[in-house]
């Protein structure tokens, strides 16, 4: 590597990794609950497995986010990080705290949990994906601001680049927009509403400007491709973003209580989000085919091409799927919905913060590239990972589609919990794909321990 | 004819083209917008007929006519520029800006009277459409007066020449397209029956 302090990208790597592998045992018990709803039951009830489940989706790649920014910002400004220090001590923090909140998910109930964690002070517990307690969230702005503070500092300092104003930009939205997390007001609607907020402008608007920002980043270093080039692509990109994603929160607007233009905008604006994404598969092909170098590292251009393309799956054709109101009004809160979830959270977050960690670990470890053994071994688990991620999302298409049928669609509908009796077989083919998820996942972990000849530096 | 020294050939579009990509995102959702409202004006035509007619139409007209003769100024800005002239260029464009100015104003007035009149998006389908199209639009010509300003600010300080000048085509490419969607939305909206 060419700056030391880019060393502090391999802690945050490595429990990045770890908290992924506890996401996927926690998916795939829940999974199972799907299916055999008394498994490891009262132990781990599903609601409890479903919020680790989730949080330390976010929790990784929060991780993931903040490892590559530790390591790419230095390279892009040319200069060390303001403070490995700072950096060091955030990530223990982060760390203590995830593990101590996990572990009071698990082992507390969560009426008491919120009662020892003063929510009564600051009501904001409870809600999907929000329901760490006060403590944990004042924690997370605190670990967000420290990330921000150390990175923006350092760009100061240095050489400024798109990529860096990006990624900043993207940052200072996500801190920001945690904020409203804090904001739980009693009207449900107004709840809601601003919920989608941190859930909706994060990961449809401000995480891809850091999608966007990394998936530049290490296009550059593998294609060696004019940083001209990708900057303008990457500018282009993150403003269809943003002119497409920001009012595209009315496509969670249609039916909690917000006024009913919300189902235009809502609808128009959102069908038009799978456009960026388009244009990031066709940039990250471009550049790939106009490559001016081999990079030795073949497992980490594979890992930023699956990015592009996954990401154009799962987010934009499932997202467009349902997104429109009149289709949305059967669909809404289905298994569709899961399928789409699934799909874009791998495609579009899991997959760019491996290709980070695929291009920058092995110069991490003091080499430019992993050796042939190892690198092949990373390439069967990414088509693992992704080939049984695209058919947990086709299962999970197929029980939405049936559920919609059966449960509103047909002239004699049948309740909820009828229905998912009906549709077992798609869960059951789901948990199987899960398996299959985890042994890529496992063989990705084994990749780092395979030992060989590796390429030294040009 | 004698081969052209700049750097943009006839046959390529003008101005950077990433601009385009823009011009052809917006045009599409612009697109969509004006196929929705036509979509839902079928379903209660008596409805949208009898909104219309609360809107001003001379002030549609007037703001119309600012637009298209701004956009003639951009052209002569572009056509001044192609021959080296910053200050005339600059000219040209403050035109254009003013007139910018003109149409936001007439613009605010129409809004102020139909706020005025209580009447939001949620009073009726025509009234979303009608708020939200040049609620956007009205967007885009601040955007459009914002770039207008800064190839100004440049030529001014004599930042173009015969050789380069594929910012101000640019920020023109961008101005066209704000005209241009108003003279779609403009028969649409405010008198298509």
Known sequence: ??????????????????????????????????????????????????????????????FGFMGASYYLIPEESETELYSPKLAIITFWIFLVAGAVTVLGYLLVPYASLAKWTGNDLLNTMGREFLEQPLPTKVGIVIVALSWLFNIVMTVLKGRKTAISIVLSL???????????????????????????????????????????????????????????????????????????????????????GAPAYWQWWGSVFSALEPIPFLMMTIFAFNMVNKRRREHPNKAAVL????????????????????????????????????????????????????????YAMPILRGRAANPERAQIMEMWSFWLMTISMFFIALFLTGAGIVQVWLQRMSPTPMSFMAVQDQISIFYWAREGAGLVFLIGLLLYIGSFFVKGESRAFE | MPPAININNQDDLPGDFAI???????????????????FSRAQDVELFNASQLTLSRISGAINTLVLITSSYFVVQGVAAIKRGLNKQCAHWLTGAF????????????????????????????????????????????????????????????????????????????????????????????????
């Open chain 2, 20 to 38: 385009w990509i823009f011009i052809f995102a917006e045009m599409l959702a612009f697109g969509v917008l004006f196929v929705a409202y036509a």
């Open chain 1, 170 to 256: 993207g940052m200072l939205g996500l801190a920001v927009f945690f904020l409203f997390s804090f904001y739980n007001p009693v009207n449900l609607v107004k709840d809601k509403f601003y919920w989608w907020w941190v859930v909706h402008l994060w990961v449809e608007g401000v995480w891809e400007l850091i999608l966007g920002a990394m998936l530049a980043f290490v296009l550059i270093k593998v294609t060696g491709v004019d940083r001209e080039v990708v900057e303008k692509w990457l500018y282009v990109i993150i403003t269809m973003t943003l002119v497409t994603g920001i009012i595209g929160t009315g496509h969670h607007y249609f039916w909690i």
């Open chain 1, 1 to 62: 590597m060419k700056y030391k302090s880019q060393a502090v990208a391999k802690l945050y790597f490595i429990a990045a990794i770890g908290l992924f592998l506890g996401q996927i045992l926690f998916g795939l018990i829940m999974g199972l609950q799907y299916v055999v709803g008394d498994f490891l039951f009262p132990v781990i009830p599903f609601n409890v497995a479903r919020m680790v489940h989730t949080n330390l989706l976010i929790v990784w790649l929060l």
């Open chain 1, 303 to 358: 890992w930023a091409l699956g990015t592009s393309v996954m990401a154009f799956l799962g987010a934009g054709l499932w997202g467009f799927l349902h997104t429109l109101a009149p289709i949305n009004y059967y669909t809404h809160g289905t298994q569709l919905t899961a399928a789409h979830g699934h799909l874009a959270f791998f495609g579009a977050y899991a997959l760019v913060v491996l290709t980070m960690i695929s």
């Open chain 2, 98 to 193: 003013i007139l910018g100015g003109v149409f936001v104003v007439i613009k605010m007035v129409e809004f102020h009277a139909k706020f005025a009149a209580d009447i939001t998006m949620s009073t009726n389908n025509f009234y979303m459409f009608y708020l939200s199209l040049t609620f956007f639009h009205f967007m885009h010509v601040l955007m459009g007066m914002v770039i207008l300003a800064m190839i100004i600010m440049k030529a001014k300080r004599g930042g173009y020449s015969t050789q380069d000048y594929v910012g101000v085509e640019t920020g023109a490419s961008f101005w066209h397209m704000v005209d241009f969607l108003w003279i779609i939305l403009f028969p649409l909206v405010y008198i298509i029956r």
